[in-house]
């Protein structure tokens, strides 16, 4: 479905100011000096987007983003060794080249000539040896690096030159490279200090308020395409109805995560829609560890009492495509669409929880706007169903700064928020016993040597049967809930031009240097 079809139109731009009725925060995007339509011999300033969610907890760090606005801060002042592009498949970066010797026991790196740090300085090898050294501290590794901790042999990979490192593994892996493109494995100076950052993007650090706001100078002597604007400015927001009244008001440029409803009404508010298909999923999250989900029945029961499509037509209104308890479906070995499709069978559920003896089963469901749009109204949608099944759910709606804090990865029964991934990365994030972002507590011994095995064999064949196999196994007994596939909806005003749609993180995949202030005579 795309914006044009959206059957939510004709709103006006008094009841658009109106979401809500909420105002602008003071300090926050009230404060933004903004411009609109500059002329086409000046350049516009200041970019200014507007982020989902964020808390005192905001971070710089490139090795630990977890919200919207951390996301949108790292793509702009860190890059990895290799990048996902807008239509998810890997290219170049910083390393001209990342290549396995013939048993993927060693990769070579081989950087750029011409990158340089904010502070001047060229990067090398030895920055490579000293951001590998920091993402796979075993006392704190960072959460996209976790699974190479135990294979990476940091006191055997070497400096080959300036230009040259060779990372040492313990054993094969064969997918080392979708590892290393992650957004959040950013090379940094050896010299790295969290508090005057310093990174090779298109953007260099000016200012950070945690959970208000973030202030970026552009890089003119970034490798790569340099921004049209001189500055960059990140703004939080709690709440929908504020982050697009900014938005209509001309205080921000783009924003994530427009509430879809309004896709089809932008276009004559001086705002437009940008449709990106991505494999972004926002689950159910069931802890396998924990009553009532302990028992694979009632598991099994809710996957059963989900309307999926109901989900999308309201929840996203639209836009999104029926998933099947599965992530990653751009992967070539995606096997969701060979599996039978789930779709709501009340009767089977109430079957289900009676063996389970929990046919009078109540839970509390933790949902919060941090996890991005249709996050909410998916799990409103979820508590009508689940009374089908006779099943009272009580909805618990908290803030990002609870929904993020202490109690992240604790919660029995909750939501989240993912974006794309291949299945093997997104299986190390989330669904081994050593992941850093276990939501569900699953853990299978099985499951965890298919895992294991795949990343380390070669043969693609070989491995398409230990990852398919492996994706039966979570699709029968996994404590994810995904219901569907979503088309990110962000938006951006028509004072601006350059984004294009991406299946990772759209809004230009955060890459705010391609974003260009429209010229007009």
């Known amino acids: ?49 507007g982020a989902t969610g964020g808390s005192l907890k905001d971070t710089v760090d490139p ?12 793509r702009q002042l860190y890059e990895p060794l290799l990048r996902y592009n807008a239509d998810y498949t890997i290219e170049a970066s910083l390393a001209e080249s ?16 011409d990158v340089t740090f904010h502070n001047g300085r060229p990067v090398r090898a030895s920055d490579v040896k000293a951001s590998y050294e920091r993402m796979l501290d075993p006392q704190k590794p960072a959460p996209f690096a ?8 940091l006191a055997a990979s070497r400096v080959v030159d300036d230009r040259t490192f060779r990372f040492h593994l313990k054993r094969p892996y064969a997918v080392f490279d979708q590892i290393v493109a992650s957004y959040a494995l950013g090379i940094v100076p050896e010299d790295f200090d969290l508090s005057h950052p310093v990174g090779t993007g298109p953007w260099k650090f000016q200012r950070f308020v945690p959970g208000q706001r973030s202030h970026f100078l552009r890089y003119d002597d970034y490798w790569d395409q340099r921004a049209a604007f001189d500055e960059l400015v990140i703004l939080d927001f709690a709440d929908d109805a504020a982050k697009v009244n900014a938005l209509l008001a001309g205080q921000v440029h783009t924003i994530d995560n427009l509430p879809t409803y309004l896709a089809g009404a932008l276009d004559s508010q001086s705002a437009s829609p940008l449709v990106s298909e ?54 070539d070995d995606y096997l969701g669409n060979d599996l039978p499709q789930r779709q709501q069978d009340i009767d089977q559920a109430r079957s289900l929880l009676r063996q389970a003896g929990q046919q009078d089963l109540e839970v509390e469901l933790v949902t919060s706007t941090a996890v991005g749009a249709g996050g909410v109204e998916s799990a409103n949608l979820f508590v009508q169903h689940a009374r ?29 928020f993912w974006a794309t991934k291949l299945y093997l990365p997104q299986a190390t994030a989330a669904s081994l016993k050593s992941s850093p972002y276990n939501e569900t507590h699953w853990y299978d011994e099985r499951y965890a040597g298919l895992i294991a095995s795949a990343q380390q064999e070669l043969d693609r064949t070989r491995r398409r049967t230990l990852l398919q196999d492996a994706q039966r196994m979570e699709y029968e007994q996994g404590g994810f809930l995904i219901w569907a596939f979503k088309n990110q ?30 010229e007009t005579r």
């Open 146 to 153: 976790t699974d190479l901790v135990p294979i990476v042999d």
């Open 98 to 113: 990342v290549e396995p010797n013939a048993t993927a026991t060693e990769w070579t790196v081989r950087l750029r000539p």
């Open 489 to 518: 909806v962000d938006a951006y005003s028509d004072s601006v031009t350059g984004l294009v749609p991406a299946r990772e993180h759209p809004v230009s995949s955060f890459r705010f240097n391609l974003v260009k202030p429209v």
């Open 278 to 331: 991505t494999g972004g999923w926002v689950p159910f999250t069931m802890r396998v560890d924990a009553k009532p989900f302990s028992d694979v029945r009632v598991r099994q029961a809710m996957r059963l009492i989900a309307d999926r499509q109901e989900m999308i037509n309201q929840a996203l209104n639209g836009f999104g495509r029926v998933a099947n308890d599965l992530y990653a479906p751009f992967d």
């Open 63 to 74: 090795h630990f983003p977890v919200a919207y606005p951390d996301i949108a801060r790292v």
């Open 1 to 49: 479905m795309n914006a044009s079809s959206s059957p939510h139109t004709g709103l006006s731009r008094r009841r658009l100011l109106r979401l809500g009725g909420a105002a602008l925060a003071v300090g926050t995007a009230a404060s933004v000096t903004a411009c609109t339509r500059p002329s086409s011999d000046a350049i516009t300033a200041q970019l200014v987007h």
């Open 388 to 416: 089908k099944a006779g099943v009272r759910v009580r909805l618990q709606k908290v803030d990002s700064s609870i929904f993020y804090g202490e109690q992240y990865l604790q919660w029995v029964f909750a939501q989240d």
